[in-house]
T-cell receptor, first 115, second 112 residues
């Protein structure tokens, strides 16, 4: 069974440009999470989908970030326009059940560098 | 709000040394606790977990015990190997949504 995949693995863009990150969860996993790790600090929660609905988007830093999960399968995270502080590694995770004890399966991450 | 604090790294050990990585947490309610590991070039993998007080999680020789009285979940291994070199993250699952709150990560380097 394929794991969580993310694309691209690495993206370098200039300040002011737009970037779209993609996450394909494990097939059948209704819960999808986005996280971000900036500059070797802690990994921070961004948002949580249950199927195509946003369950919790309390971690989204500002309105330059837009996440979608049309059809409840893959998800995209768009940053527009990108700023220098958006640089970091963006992780996606999925799980069949969203409870507090559930193991989340993580993708390898997308390293975003904004110059 | 809920938070996790890990000992800062990097931690450098010789092979077969004893490992402890400290982790403490602040949370309301009854969180679950996790240790995730990220090997070079890979994504995060669940190493072990504990869902209630006094539970001990264990995997691959690593152990951690959920201590409610000290709000801790320290990771230990009796004899590390070079292949254990990775970044270790302590995390808690604090709500019914299951979102994880992570510590800052501890880089472990094991030398032969």
């Amino acid at each position: 069974e394929a794991g969580v995949t993310q694309f691209p693995s690495h993206s370098v863009i200039e300040k002011g440009q737009t970037v779209t990150l993609r996450c394909d969860p494990i097939s059948g996993h209704d819960n999808l999470y986005w996280y971000r790790r900036v500059m070797g600090k802690e990994i921070k929660f961004l948002l949580h989908f249950v199927k195509e609905s946003k369950q919790d988007e309390s971690g989204m830093p500002n309105n330059r970030f837009l996440a979608e999960r049309t059809g409840g399968t893959y998800s995209t995270l768009k940053v527009q326009p990108a700023e220098l502080e958006d640089s970091g590694v963006y992780f996606c995770a999925s799980t069949p059940e969203g409870g507090r004890a559930s193991e989340q399966y993580f993708g390898p991450g997308t390293r975003l560098t904004v110059t | 709000g809920d938070s996790v604090t890990q000992m800062e790294g990097p931690v450098t050990l010789s092979e077969e040394a004893f490992l402890t990585i400290n982790c403490t947490y602040t949370a309301t309610g009854y969180p679950s606790l996790f240790w995730y590991v990220q090997y070079p070039g890979e994504g995060l993998q669940l190493l072990l977990k504990a869902t209630k007080a006094d539970d001990k999680g264990s995997n691959k020789g690593f152990e951690a015990t959920y201590r409610k009285e000290t709000t801790s979940f320290h990771l230990e291994k009796g004899s590390v190997q070079v292949s254990d070199s990775a970044v270790y993250f302590c995390a808690l699952g604090s709500s019914n949504t299951g979102k994880l709150i992570f510590g800052q990560g501890t880089t472990l380097q094991v030398k032969p």
